[in-house]
């Protein structure tokens, strides 16, 4: 039986965290699709477009791999896409017992969808979305957290 | 001598994670002040007058509990109510090392206050009001995370 | 109707951080019992003579505590004594991680006992009787940290 | 390409967690071999005949699960398998923070080989088998912990 | 060599956490910067021109502790000022894991600064200046909490 | 004033987690004592010749860094040695917990001798002795987690 899962996410921006995180959830499941929260009340450093562009560059050589984006809940995604697997990483304990909460409740709402997580590799460990927000508002240098896809996008901006 | 305990919160809205909670304190103590802040600076589901309606009805059937809701500090309504302890539950040790701060000014400020904590229950330990919230928005199903009446209220809205 | 608690521990040695924590339950519940624990695989500073002696001395002024040891499952030892509460002190993340996997078996095997915690007062909170006994082996002075009863005895040793 | 992964551990004894995680495991991958360590330093409940025999028969109704046991690393033991996937179990921070140092070891080592994790099902999540050993030393009940091949064989010891 | 460090922070209000990690690391820097963040997007107790008053009357015995307020990254700070050393402080698990992920990204893009930590002291762990601002805003008396010179300014407004 | 620091392991291998701390350490200190703890109870890879033997040579390069082995309490070595600091890494939130409880007990005893923290390396994050013994133990390799030479010493045994 084909294995499906969702990598869910605001990406803004996508890190190098997030691809080594695709990479490996593409090595595992016969289809991966990224997908985008669209409602997420965060603060963004991208458009919706430009997020859906610079994922897409990002995952662009992985091939069983799909980028969308999603309004509603994780689960209801995964529903409709046929996906029995959401997908997640963990840096630290902190992490866990934030997902752990989200992956119980999803559990109970739907006991048919799993998450499975990764640990993210060691050397990409600290690697943060919002710091990395932080990081580009204060003029610092990202290019060593983020794919090449959000820099050739925020330095066109 | 009566031991009074305020279990304090916002319930927004109540889950049955608080019902649990709130159970297990009115056996402990002679009365139980569920104590609903009303100064948080959180986005509310659910308005002051529906939180203490969904709560009222949640605890009817706990014959020495009484809700309320407060402005002001925890401590300062413990004095007032005659309360010598606050309760809170734990899920996990994110929780526990916020509380601990809690907890410590607390007992800086009005010693004669004591903080007790319950481990919440396995079964419901994931239970968590913020994603109660990002569920009903999103057009989930929330019935097993929260009492009838906050079914009841949200279904009338 | 009476509040009966049960402090279980192996007490060796008991410290400041334990008396504080007796001292705080025996103001909450009617009668405390302060439990030391025989079948304790861990290696010991204290015969068990000398934990009961220590022990006893420590508390002798909290009237509603009574100094036991015991054999066996801690809710076996409630049972027996009629003490529907079970109360732990809680230092760290670390420390809830693992009492929360005791309270919630202890709970799976016998609902109608409640285990409650305290945190630590803050200038106690690094207080740990395995430290103690390192830095007793190691000529140190543990004056700070213990009673005056462990003092009396290591002394007398 | 056939996707097989190792659960390894020492299963002294296997608890209900454990099982939980291999069926969930055994939905996710074509094969999942449950690999009993024989080098564990720990004090064993069972021996290693024992252990065999209940792990086998408390995942006797999974088909594509088979018990072994070994020696060496676990790593080694993936390539002589042919498994990519090594899979843990999940409760709480501090496990995460001690599983994370393994997996980044073994990424170090075989970085072919990836860990993947499950996080405990919210009513299992307490179960912990050395909580379990102490609990059956203490003729406590552990029939809510572990599967029935583990009572059966210790009821006939 | 002249060992130069900065401990930055938004210190709305400084608190005696923070005067107590400012005389340590003063002992232990030749010259230790207290950097008060002006970017910050936290809703603000003080004025910035209030935090600068506040942190200098603060640390005014301390002879090799400059304050300055500062826009951009704390890197940059730091090589403006040939600072090779960041301080902070840690009270909890939770504060490890968020400091870790900051600590690790400056150390990518600027692996010549060095962050180094002090543990709170036992009896200020629970001093958080966010908290401070609840109970101030409560009405609550922040006394044992922050050094005069916030007391002063509070009580002048 | 010279600036002299203490940084004490048991070093059952010193690994190349220890060496990074250890040339940071360095750079902060006028003078790092890499300090072998001879009093461990835990069970050895290495004898204490050769833990000497295998963490001079991992520490040649460093100028003013000195290797020395100890009995009794780090905080009297300190003394003994004329040094104010101790020098401790930190990998997770679990490394937090325990070795704030030594810290803190440490100040209690001595408060003129302060514990001062790095975060390990990204890369380096995972590496632990205890683990690096057990992979020892299994055949397995670890060139990539200890210094060169370890593997010497264990390669002539």
Redesign the interface.
């Known amino acids: 039986m084909t ?1 499906i899962a969702v990598f869910p996410g605001s990406f803004d921006p996508i890190t190098l965290g997030h691809t080594d995180m695709i990479e ?1 959830s593409a ?2 499941f016969d289809k991966i699709y990224v997908a985008i929260g669209k ?1 997420s009340t965060k603060s963004y450093l991208l458009s919706p477009e430009q997020k859906i562009r610079t994922v897409n560059e990002a995952c662009a050589a992985i091939k069983n791999c799909e980028v969308i984006d999603y ?3 994780t ?2 995604l995964c529903l409709r896409l046929g996906a ?2 959401i997908v997640r990483g ?16 999803n ?3 739907k006991p048919e969808i ?6 993210s ?8 979305s919002s ?2 927000r932080e ?1 580009w ?5 990202i290019e ?2 983020v794919p090449k896809s959000v820099l050739d996008c925020l330095n066109h901006n």
């Open positions: 294995k490996r090595r595992l409602n309004d509603g809940l689960i209801d029995k697997y963990l840096r630290s304990g902190t992490d866990f017992d934030y997902e752990r909460s989200i992956a119980l409740m559990a109970t709402m799993e998450t499975i997580f990764f640990i590799r060691a050397e990409l460990g600290g690697i943060n710091i990395v990081i508002k204060n003029n610092g240098d060593k957290f």
